[in-house]
């Protein structure tokens, strides 16, 4: 059965530094997001992209995120200068088609930042 | 805005106990879709229910099931014969058309099984 995945697994990174956290959709879905879960909190929403550009962010997603599809496949979330509070487990889901469509989730990215 | 509750933050139950776990949504929307999640210990996010806002039955699926009532916002998810398995963190989470393609998650039931 087809699944999103994403790698790496697991990121540490020192407070300031550029992190990309890459993700492979499903191979059909049209519509691609971001999300994050800091530890023992809720999932929340960051991003969701559509024919290759943002249709969607939230207030969490600033300047220092952005995201891309640098080829067919793979989906990339930057952040160019994390700090303390970005650790959290970051998921990439995609979906056939755009606003109620069931979002299917990769296994997730923990970040942490030192 | 949309918003979605889950008042029960942890429950434990010994396995073969029934469990139902709460969700109670706000929205705007007329049209809106209904979602629950798995989160097993291992991180990964399952996807387990879709329910639209125009139908109203409810679903089992084995020993889960769902219970969507409009008329008080609620979708509540029952285990039956609960199993050590089951134990993991239960999201509910609603996308409705006005907010666009972004799910709005509750905060997570961690339901914990006991042999």
């Known amino acids: 059965e087809p699944e999103v995945t994403q790698t790496p697994s697991h990121q540490v990174t020192q407070m300031g530094q550029e992190v990309i956290l890459r993700c492979v959709p499903i191979s059909n879905h049209l519509y691609f997001y971001w999300y994050r879960q800091i530890l023992g909190q809720k999932v929340e929403f960051l991003v969701s992209f559509y024919n290759n550009e943002i249709s969607e962010k939230s207030e969490i997603f600033d300047d220092q995120f952005s995201v891309e599809r640098p080829d067919g496949s793979n989906f990339t979330l930057k952040i160019r200068s994390t700090k303390l509070e970005d650790s959290a487990m970051y998921f990439c889901?995609?979906?056939?088609?755009?606003?109620?469509?069931?979002?299917?989730f990769g296994p997730g990215t923990r970040l942490l930042v030192l | 805005a949309q918003k979605v509750t889950q008042a029960q933050t942890e429950i434990s139950v010994v396995e073969k106990e029934d469990v139902t776990l709460d969700c109670v949504y706000e929205?705007?929307?007329?049209?809106?879709?209904l979602f629950w999640y798995k989160q097993p210990p291992s991180g990964e996010l399952v996807f387990l229910i879709r329910r639209n806002s125009f139908d109203e039955q409810n679903e089992i699926s084995g020993r889960y099931s769902w219970n969507f009532q409009k008329s008080t916002s609620s979708f509540n998810f029952t285990i039956t014969a609960s199993q050590v398995v089951d134990s993991a963190v239960y999201f509910c989470a609603l996308s409705g058309m006005e907010a666009g393609n972004m799910l709005t998650f509750g905060g997570g039931t961690r339901l914990m099984v006991k042999p």
């Open positions: 929205t705007r929307d007329t049209t809106y879709y």
């Open positions: 889901a995609s979906s056939e088609q755009g606003a109620g469509e069931t979002q299917y």
